[in-house]
């Protein structure tokens, strides 16, 4: 009897530690399952918030490569980052005081445009692929170049109309602009050319400075900067 309880009690103990250890493996299993899955998944990561709004690295690597935004080394995906930052900002906005709507034709025009930052159809067909950018999120992404140029043309239109002495002012500290061969133009006949570049420059100013605002009310986060 005592013989038969040992052995009965010796199987039990194999028959358990058997069960441990498919539970051990079934365990490793599950765990490489899900992080394979998550590896496959996790294909992204976010690079900024704004308020509600997730910018995510496809979003910056699809603005670089579409020309919606500049590389600007050594840190290009940074720096693009912050003016998808700025790009939301003034969307907000635009969506407040809802300008005209493009019209369709303008519309497409701005997407051949984005076409042309690439070298070939099937590159661009590749960025699309690489950056899960979409035809119709492409159509949104011109819709809203659009919409921005519109609000601050309608913003900034007159506000940065500089006076004759700006335009001179401006002709004499940007001589390199204004020489052809080696000789500088004179004022009289650089004076329209002049005086559009000073009000370009004043008027890229006040928006730096509106976004400048928008910056310090928004609840912003840009993750790409933490460790």
Known sequence: MTTTGTASTKDTKRHLAAIAALGRAFVCFVCFVGTSSLA?????RVMATVGGQVITLSDVRAALALGIVESRPPDADGTATEQLIDRALVLQEVARFAPPEPMPAAIA??????????ASPAEFDRVLALTGLQAARLGDLARDDLRIQAYLAQRFGTSGTPTDDEALRYYRTHRD???????????????????????????????????????????????????
């Open 40 to 44: 496959q998944d996790v294909i992204d």
């Open 109 to 118: 025009a701005r997407i051949a445009q984005m076409k042309t930052r690439v």
């Open 177 to 227: 602009e204004f020489t052809r061969d080696g000789v500088v133009v004179p004022y009289e006949e650089a004076a329209p050319a002049a005086r559009e570049r000073a009000a370009s420059a004043r008027r890229r100013e006040l928006v730096a400075d509106w976004i400048a605002g928008l910056r310090a009310r928004a609840d912003i986060r840009a993750v790409y900067k933490q460790p």
